[in-house]
């Protein structure tokens, strides 16, 4: 790269950084987390799409995109935006996403002092809802490509951009939209931001994420409840037959005991994309060793395995019990899994499993609300080792590269409808309080995404990318 070259990177990076200390990213930000956008909450739902018209579809107008605003296929979901920039077909094509909605404010949950729908800055903390998830993080790849256009006049490639109006609430019509709209939104790759950096001073990359799955498992034995005294001995217990049965799940250590439940994907290369990934810090609880696969490390439980938990169980009525065996039983469990995984099979494979261990008495009773599958980039992409080489260049150290991210995003719909290979490049921390009260972003960190993220557009406009 000639001197020049790299000055003129240096010089949209500058841009970026300027973006930020100038305090345009605060006020910025300050202004999308007014519009409360809560997609889980039906009387919210004209800030849905006055945050497209007055807060996306300007500034992108302003960068010359045109836009296109759509009703959502499915009637639980809001409305989306479709950005594009052309500025030669013939140059490669980048396709970004954000998601505008925000879950549930938990307006009297938060600290004193602060409010979901204010930002408010805390020493090097911005507080807000959406700050992190995900209004902070697709506000830092719209100010990215325009530190590029700053520097050099145009990208050098070609932008797409949805921002959808319903993430929080599964994505609904997201896969009928991409379906329909697939040739509108051709690219050759997707770079987008969700979700932590696994260490706060080192970027991070995921290429997919776990799937999950919801289900309830029931033991319904008889009509009401009976006496334990006069009948306890001779009527089955509902609570220890599902205790039972969830024990032949998982053993005691939570390790999974159903066959088709245990992946066969964690491969030499992702193992090796694992090796040595920090998975503690400070910011969260300590992790149980002796939870979770005993042949496995930490890193490859959470990133490379599938877990089941149980999120709730109930028998009786615990807040006022009686004397009585109950006369049923419920948990309500999860799965959640990575790619290995067949998603069409995991709870006909539950349903064989119980079987074969005597429990047919347990219905098992899938959740109604959908969940994104599995998915997952060969760590060895082109595209993977092209956006790592640029984030270590501006950031002066690797990033850590996970196959897939541990928690769940609608990306099966862009691997699996539109065809892309997926880079999600997130700019929170894993101590950012998403989806809970407090919710905040890192400054340091929004500061190093911006840079990160303009020179990682620059040299996409320098090289046209891996395939050039
Ligand atoms: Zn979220």
Same mark, same amino acid.
């Given at each position: ?341 067949? !998603?069409?099979? $995991? +709870? &006909?494979? #539950?349903?064989?499993? *119980?079987?074969?261990?005597? @429990? ?5 009773? =899938? ?30 150290? !690797?990033?850590? $590269? +996970? &196959?897939? #991210?541990?928690?769940? *995003?609608?990306?099966?719909? @862009? ?5 892309? =290979? ?47």
């Amino acid at each position: 790269m000639t001197t020049m070259t790299a000055a003129a990177r240096e010089g949209a990076i500058d841009h970026a950084t300027k973006y930020y200390e100038e305090g345009r990213f605060q006020s910025d930000l300050g202004a999308l987390v007014a519009f409360e956008t809560e997609s889980q909450n039906p009387e919210q739902k004209a800030e849905l799409m006055r945050y497209l018209r007055e807060a996306m579809e300007p500034r992108l107008v302003a960068m010359g995109f045109a836009c296109e605003i759509f009703a959502n296929p499915d009637p639980r979901g809001g409305p989306l935006l479709v950005g594009e920039r052309i500025e030669d077909p013939a140059l490669t094509t980048v396709l970004t996403y954000g998601h505008g909605d925000v879950i549930r404010a938990q307006t009297d949950q938060w600290r004193e002092g602060l409010h979901p729908f204010r930002l408010v800055e805390e020493g090097e903390r911005l507080y807000g809802r959406g700050t992190a998830d995900n209004k902070g993080q697709h506000l830092i790849n719209i100010a990215a490509l325009e530190a590029v256009l700053a520097e050099r006049g145009r990208l050098g490639f070609n932008v797409r951009i949805v921002i959808e109006m319903s993430e929080e609430t599964g994505s609904a019509g997201l896969p009928e939209f991409f379906a329909a709209q697939k040739d509108r939104l051709q690219a050759d790759v997707l770079i987008a931001s969700d979700g932590p950096r696994l260490q706060p001073d080192t970027p991070t990359m995921f290429m997919g994420s776990r799937g999950g799955v919801g289900f309830d498992l029931i033991v319904d034995l008889r009509e009401g409840a009976h006496h334990s005294g006069n009948w306890g001995g001779l009527l089955a217990d509902p609570a220890m037959i599902l205790a039972h049965a969830l024990a032949s799940i998982c053993d005691r250590r939570g390790q999974i005991k159903v066959p088709e439940w245990r992946p066969d994907s964690l491969t030499p290369a992702v193992r090796a994309a694992l090796d040595g990934l920090p998975i503690e810090g400070e910011d969260g609880p300590a992790i149980d060793h002796d939870w979770g696969e005993e042949s496995l490390t930490p890193a490859e439980r959470v990133f490379g395995w599938n877990s089941f938990a149980v999120l709730a169980m109930t028998s009786g009525v615990p807040e006022a019990p009686v004397n009585a065996i109950s006369a049923s039983a419920r948990a309500t469990c999860q799965l959640r899994y990575v790619v290995g995984t067949d !998603p069409e099979d $995991i +709870l &006909p494979a #539950l349903r064989r499993h *119980l079987d074969r261990e005597g @429990f047919g008495m347990v219905k098992i009773v =899938p959740m109604d609300r959908g969940f994104f599958k599995a998915t997952r980039l060969d760590p060895d992409h082109p595209w993977v080792k092209f956006t790592a080489a640029s984030l270590a260049r501006t950031a002066g150290k !690797p990033p850590h $590269i +996970l &196959p897939n #991210l541990a928690g769940s *995003l609608p990306n099966d719909s @862009f691997s699996e409808i539109l065809g892309l =290979p997926t880079v999600w490049v997130p700019h929170s921390y894993r101590g950012c309080s998403q989806h809970a009260p407090n919710e905040h972003v890192l400054k340091p960190v929004c500061r190093d995404a911006l840079r990160a993220m303009a020179g990682l557009f620059w040299d996409i406009g320098e090289t046209g990318g891996p395939g050039a």
